[in-house]
């Protein structure tokens, strides 16, 4: 994926990424807008990254791109700064994302851009110590049809989703948190979120 993405030359490129499991850190660092599509969806698709600790990020999104089709699940889970998706790109699209298996210090999904869209994906089975999608100084993410549960977050003021100056567009979701320590949604820093057609519920009261 990476020798793909390393050889453009210009942009509006597709990178179609074949059925498989990519032992890589794929890094979106290009001035090239991008299209990285895989051929048969998240379920042939799998991102594992490396062993090696130093590759803290498994999918590093630095330029305006659409992501489309994958599973991210760290081939190592003792590694435990792994990040799932650093989004750090205004206006890049994520869809039809698995996103399983953080652990630790090593969050889902972080960005600090503004514009982003994830949607068509699913967020579970993660366990890190804070939150498991994280927003900061991030303005008017979406997220649509997106599933966010099954995840245990092993920190007593752990968040499913947490926003620090940013703001949220929630649409056709589900954010569950399933015990009673953690938050489905933190809000702070004059941050702000707005859903429509959603259910946000869990063992939190607040």
């Known amino acids: 994926i990476n020798a793909a993405v390393d050889s453009l030359t210009q942009d509006y490129q597709i990178i179609l990424v074949r059925d498989g499991v990519y032992d890589e850190n794929p890094d979106l660092l290009s001035d090239y807008q991008l299209l990285i599509l895989s051929e048969n969806g998240p379920q042939k698709t799998t991102i594992r990254g490396t062993l090696d600790s130093s590759n803290s990020i498994l999918f590093d999104v630095r330029s305006k791109v659409v992501v489309d089709g994958f599973t991210l699940n760290p081939q190592d889970e003792d590694i435990n700064t792994i990040l799932g998706v650093y989004a750090g790109a205004e206006g890049s ?8 298996s953080h652990n ?14 994830l ?32 995840n245990n977050i092993n920190g007593i003021s752990g968040r499913l989703l947490s926003l620090e100056y940013s703001s949220i567009n929630i649409e056709n979701s589900i954010i569950w948190g399933e015990t009673v320590e953690n938050s489905e949604i933190y809000v702070s820093g004059s941050s702000s979120f707005a859903q429509s057609d959603s259910v946000i519920i869990g063992g939190y009261g607040g």
């Open 104 to 117: 630790e210090v090593g969050r889902a999904f972080y960005t600090n851009a503004d514009d982003v869209t």
């Open 119 to 150: 949607e068509r994906s699913i967020i579970a089975g993660n366990t890190p110590t804070y939150s498991v999608f994280y927003l900061f100084g991030a303005q008017n993410l979406s997220l649509n049809h997106v599933t966010i549960a099954s």
């Open 93 to 100: 699209v994520f869809r039809r994302m698995i996103v399983t």
